[in-house]
């Protein structure tokens, strides 16, 4: 009897399939999408339709061929890539390269949320036809992405720099960071000052309160001032309590992740970037080996915007809460939650398979971050099937009359945790601090309404409003999710592609955009103003699913596209500034020539040369982090930092490592200076000569300290070596040197290398062991101080050791 054949897209999925499928299926993997547009020209014919040509990816003739034969000798071929548009264009390939192959064949598509026994059995027996409307989308966005990359980006390469991309959603969302970069820069810091009173009532604890109103006015205290007038005021007053209010405060779980909160949630509490989230999510899909269960899907899908869950799900985990942490924990019927608008409710949240199978019952069999990522999904599902957390909020209000009769009011609010509810599983992480923060942290004492407080400081304090912070990962995701930029699908290769490009750089966890990001975005949202829009970009990504819905046809969304975009792009050829070719005058002058130098563009950014290129060479970094090259600071060239050694101006430079100080003097004088650190030490000459050709040695300064070398360099390349006054215990010749690895690491061994090989990761000691007879003993430092341990790993021998360092001998 025929078997069936089923295609997934991993080996790790199919094999977990072919588990609950039983020995009536053969599972193969296709191993991701079997054809793609080709990398060597457009594809797309824009005249015929835009209609793509697709090619079999490279590497992948000999699977399809396997496939071929596979499904021959089969009864029915079953496609089962991922419930998505990319899993449902891998299938539309798959069945056009399988069909016809044998006559009679039935090729089908089935779809899971899950990968469960339970889920599978019910996919197989409820089959249906590819989803033309699905691929039709996805072919669209690749479309869209292949025309505007092909198209811009050599006017890239011609206008800036080769090897630079320009992308539909990358470039927006690298606008984004630009934008608040920018924001950021323009930001002008504004003065307030705030006002505590600090009073003691009857009990304990201190009460604070922060004054809100005067006169019965809301109040602002700008500046020092206005501060020090009202503390004035004060000065003798009675402080009484006005009103105490106390309300019941209810704060409610959060639904199951989607995609995007689980990309920010995972890089607020794991520290994981998008990418390594939806890599370890990935696995946790597809199943990993749980002992004897063999190979188990412990999450559903993980590409979803639905926060949907099935009544089964619902049902197991309602019984989880009410065994493991009581009654009082489950609400009467499950929590609902409303996805967003446009979500596909056909897929679920991403939640446990099975929510009886805790963290700690798979921790032995999972990964160190597969088990974190795991635990995150876990508890957010169980916790968002629980009760409420219930608070106490109190609310003080302190009244007090100034020396000119003018009222004051205070004001201290804090919060009483009542009942934990779903805190006692999870809470959600934040950006940034906010009033449920400061109240829970804020302890107030017993007062009665009417009650006359003791005075006991008066605290004014100067603050300064603060710019908007730089996008981290998870805040970008959350931008980009709510100005319906992109799908979270897609996040984590936008947010590699334009840290790769070096666009953007990570400081801190934040995005910083580099000045090749900055020009680049001006640049394009000056040629492509609409197509880089924010608002464009997000009304595209409802033609997508618009297109999904089968609601307009996709060749006509892409020619009202590209008629708009053909426009831009004539003109972008012509009216492009050519950054290559950009010289800004300055009012500096070149200190070798006299000519004027001015401001142009290279490989590694702007910089200053000399007007007298080709025959005067001599260049200077550029000290500005923006293009806005009227901005740059120009006054340091020769003004603030001389070289130490001769007296000359220092000039930046860059080189492998950055940017660095240098001195004007070079090459006479090879003085460096790190940006914020000491210079670099000139070579100090002395009395020994080089054993090789007889010129003076010299200490010079190098990346792990001092050293001795040959001042002839690079003609000469002798290094004096640094012998520890221990004779090599394996050929008995040569000496025991310190090394150091290229990554830096210090290390021992002989001298006479190559002809000798002994090398040793811990210091030599002449010693030789009581116990085994090994001729030396090894110094090792451990958490309870310096040892003397035999190097045989067969004899235990060890003893206290007395630090005496002593001084290196060179030889």
Not at 65 to 86: C, I, N, T, W
Not at 264 to 291: I, P
Not at 313 to 327: C, K, M, N, P, T
């Amino acid at each position: 009897m025929a078997k069936s054949l089923v295609i997934v897209e991993s080996p790790a999925k199919a094999k977990t399939i072919g588990k609950y499928l039983g020995n009536q299926f053969v599972v193969k993997a296709s191993l991701g999408h079997i054809k793609d547009l080709p990398k060597k020209d457009l594809a797309v014919n824009v005249e015929h339709g835009f209609e793509p040509h697709y090619e079999i990816i490279e590497g992948k003739k000999k699977l399809i061929q396997e496939l071929r034969s596979a499904a021959k000798g089969a009864d029915s071929v079953y496609l089962a890539a991922d419930p998505d548009r990319e899993g449902e264009a891998i299938c539309f390939h798959l069945k056009e390269e399988l069909e016809g192959r044998r006559d009679g064949v039935k090729i089908v598509r089935v779809l899971f949320n899950e990968i469960t026994k339970t889920a599978i059995r019910k996919a197989f027996d409820t089959p249906r036809e590819v989803n033309v409307h699905l691929v039709e989308a996805q072919q669209a966005r690749r479309v869209l992405d292949r025309l505007v990359g092909y198209k811009i980006s050599p006017l890239l390469w011609d206008k800036v720099r080769r090897g630079l991309s320009a992308g539909r959603v990358q470039t927006v969302a690298l606008r984004l960071i630009v934008d608040r970069e920018r924001e950021i820069r323009a930001f002008e810091k504004r003065e307030y000052w705030t006002i505590d009173a600090v009073l003691n009532a009857r009990k304990a604890p201190v009460l604070t309160a922060r004054l809100v109103k005067a006169n019965g006015d809301n109040i602002e205290i700008p500046n020092q001032a206005a501060s020090d007038s009202i503390v004035s005021n004060l000065a003798g007053a009675a402080y009484r309590v006005q009103s105490v209010a106390t309300r019941e405060k209810r704060r409610n779980p959060v639904p199951s992740f989607i995609t995007s909160t689980l990309q920010q949630e995972a890089a607020r509490k794991l520290r994981f970037s998008v990418k390594r989230t939806m890599v370890l999510a990935q696995r946790l899909y597809e199943g990993l080996e749980l002992g004897d269960e063999g190979g188990v899907g412990l999450i559903t899908y993980m590409r979803t915007d639905s926060t949907r869950v099935s009544a089964e799900a619902l049902q197991e985990v309602r019984g989880v809460i009410a065994e493991r942490y009581g009654q009082q924990y489950l609400p009467e019927s499950p929590n609902i939650y409303r996805s967003k608008k446009d979500a596909q409710d056909a897929h679920e949240a991403i939640r446990p398979t099975s929510a009886a199978r805790t963290p700690e019952s798979v921790a032995k069999y999972l990964q160190e971050d597969e088990l974190k990522l795991y635990r995150l999904i876990w508890m957010r599902f169980v916790a968002s099937q629980m009760t409420p957390a219930v608070f106490d909020q109190t609310t003080i209000e302190v009244a007090a009359a100034g020396q000119d009769g003018a009222r004051y009011l205070f004001r201290a609010t804090g919060s009483t945790p009542k009942f934990d509810g779903f805190l006692k599983v999870y809470e959600e992480g934040k950006d940034q601090k906010d009033e449920d923060d400061d109240e829970l942290k804020h302890k107030l004492p017993a007062v009665a309404e009417g009650e006359t407080l003791k005075f006991k400081e008066v605290k004014p304090e100067q603050h300064f409003t603060e710019p908007p912070p730089r996008f981290t990962e998870a805040t970008l995701v959350k931008e980009l999710e709510a100005s319906g930029v992109g799908r979270p699908s897609t996040y984590a290769s936008i947010l590699s592609t334009i840290q790769e490009r070096e666009y953007v750089k990570k400081e801190g966890g934040k995005f910083n955009p580099t000045e090749l990001g900055m020009v680049v975005t001006d640049l394009l949202v000056k040629n492509f103003d609409d197509i880089f829009d924010v608002r464009y970009t997000a009304r595209m990504e409802e033609e997508l699913d618009e297109i999904e819905d089968g609601k307009i046809d996709w060749r006509q969304s892409m020619d009202e596209f590209y008629q708009k975009f053909e426009a831009d792009l004539q003109r972008a050829e012509q009216q492009m500034e050519n950054i290559k070719r950009m010289e800004k005058p300055t009012d500096l002058v070149c200190d070798k020539c006299g000519k004027p130098m001015v401001i142009k563009w290279g490989r590694h950014g702007s910089f200053i040369a000399c007007t007298g290129y080709p025959e005067c060479t001599n260049t200077r970094e550029l000290n500005v982090d923006l293009p806005d090259v009227d901005n740059a600071d120009l006054t340091e060239q020769g003004a603030e930092e001389y070289c130490e050694n001769c007296g000359r101006p220092m000039v930046l430079k860059k080189g492998r490592f950055g940017q660095f100080y240098a001195c004007s003097g070079y090459p006479d004088c090879k003085t460096t200076k790190r940006i914020g650190g000491e210079q670099k030490q000139s070579d100090v000459p002395l009395e020994e000569k080089c054993p090789q050709c007889g010129n003076h040695l010299v200490m010079k300064q190098g990346r792990f300290g001092e050293f001795i070398a040959c001042s002839n360099y690079p003609a000469c390349k002798y290094v004096k070596q640094k012998t520890i006054g221990v004779k090599c215990p394996q050929c008995g010749e040569g000496d025991i040197i310190e090394r150091r690895s290229k990554r830096g690491k210090t290390f021992y061994g002989c001298n006479r290398y190559p002809d000798c090989e002994f090398v040793a990761w811990s210091k030599p000691i002449a010693e030789t062991c009581p116990q085994c007879g090994s001729n030396y003993l090894l110094e090792k430092w451990l958490k309870a101080g310096p040892v003397a341990q035999c190097p045989n790993a067969e004899c235990k021998y060890k003893r206290e050791l007395q630090v005496t360092e002593p001084a290196p001998v060179a030889s």
